[in-house]
């Protein structure tokens, strides 16, 4: 243990911790060339209710790690969350007081936590177990929060000092409301982003340009340019018909993912994630990265399994294909890189009649593996026959 270090103490919720929480212990950490800073998760906060939505103590801590990390000095506190019932700060601040008994320790909050200050637990004795940081804008602050800096001064010899804070102004719960709209992410460190994403936490639906930038980075430039063609595509084809343009859209973008992996690495992928293959689809990058990509979307990107659905039968087609699944087969088929004979035909029919376009594709893609000597997949001959059956 050492003696005589400036400790901050930086409590909340962090459901979901965002750049503003970073941004503030960072300008605390130089304001007050602190030592180090503990970041406290709150348990069950005592002065509200925690929403239907609030992710686990555990995924809270998590993202709270991911998100402090690029702050130097900054370490995560378990306190509170090993605590049973209510995150009362008094007990907090005793327990740390008890660990380091000869640091100066400081308890940051906002403003408004201090003009409330007097209705906390045991309040007078906060003020001998610590002082009070509180961020202010660099612009200057309220006038009310300077009057009772003064007479907290006053009253009960406290000590308070002001941190200049020009943090991003969003709240978490502005982020869990933009989040199920496909917005927020650049709120977000990219990490706790990614984790929200891939816990599917806060009803999040995925931000369209985060994902393109996960995915088309690993692409091949044909390749990626082949994504944009498709997503393109998607997206009209989507208007036209009906369906969720966005949905068409993360799909489009998902859909080759793992396009550019050999065969080796799409089996890794299929051991990875328990993925049955057939003995046609074992010996194909073509069949494989199909469904390996609809694995991914799930466990990496957390699509919803109608999405996923999408990618996984984009390459086959499959009998009883939902709109979406229909909209990404076309696409991928029909995108403006695309140039064969007869290509042009189903482009147009695609604006007509989605189905038969649908039919012609299936019949000139057996037609073309024909050609090629290539057996056709089992799915695409029930496929085939499934919506033959539909347009008689």
């Known amino acids: 243990m050492t003696n ?3 400790i901050g103490i930086y409590g909340g919720t962090f459901d979901p911790p965002h750049a503003g929480h970073v941004q503030a212990a960072a300008a605390a950490m130089q304001a007050l060339k602190l030592d180090r800073l503990l970041v406290v998760p709150a348990g069950i906060p005592p002065h509200k209710r925690l929403p239907r939505e609030t992710a686990s103590a555990a995924a809270r801590l998590e993202m709270a790690g991911l998100a402090f990390a690029s702050v130097e000095g900054v370490q995560l506190c378990d306190l509170e969350l090993r605590r049973e019932g209510k995150s009362y700060t008094v007990d907090t601040l005793r327990a740390l007081r008890a660990q380091y008994p000869a640091a100066e320790l400081t ?6 936590m201090l003009l409330s200050f007097e209705q906390w637990r045991d309040f007078r004795e906060i003020f001998s177990l610590a002082r009070l940081g509180v961020f202010a804008r660099a612009d200057g602050d309220d006038a009310r929060i300077l009057q009772c800096m003064a007479e907290f001064r006053q009253k009960y010899q406290a000590r308070i000092v002001l941190v200049e804070n020009s943090a991003v102004d969003i709240s ?6 933009l989040l199920p709209e496909r917005q927020g992410a650049e709120y977000l460190p990219a990490q706790v982003y990614a984790y929200i994403v891939r816990s599917g936490l806060y009803g999040v639906r995925t931000e369209l340009s985060w994902l ?6 690993g692409l091949k430039p044909h390749r990626a340019e082949h994504t944009l063609g498709v997503e393109a595509t998607a997206a009209a084809l989507a208007r036209r018909w009906g369906a969720d343009e966005n949905d068409a859209r993360e799909a489009a973008i998902l859909h080759d993912a793992t396009k550019n992996l050999d065969l080796s690495q799409q ?5 990875k994630y328990g993925i049955i293959t057939d003995a046609c689809e074992r010996s194909s990058v073509g069949l494989l990265h199909a469904k390996t990509a609809a694995a ?3 466990a990496v990107y957390g699509a919803p399994a109608h999405i996923c659905s999408a990618v996984r039968w984009h390459t086959t087609g499959r009998e009883n294909m939902t709109l979406l699944e229909k909209i990404i087969y076309l696409a991928d088929y029909i995108e403006p890189c695309r140039s064969f004979p007869g290509v042009d035909h189903v482009r147009a029919l695609a604006r007509e009649d989605l189905d038969a376009a649908l039919l012609t594709a299936f019949r000139m893609s057996l037609e073309n593996l024909k050609e090629r000597g290539i057996e056709p997949h089992q799915n695409t001959l029930l496929a085939l026959r499934w919506l033959s059956a539909q347009k008689q």
Do not use: H, V
Request: charged content about 30%.
């Open 107 to 112: 308890l940051l909050m906002g403003t408004d």
């Open 172 to 177: 978490s719960s502005r982020l869990r409301a």
């Open 296 to 298: 991914l979307a799930e």
């Open 212 to 217: 393109r930038r996960q995915i088309l980075p």
């Open 4 to 6: 005589g270090e400036t």
């Open 267 to 271: 089996l890794r992928l299929c051991g």
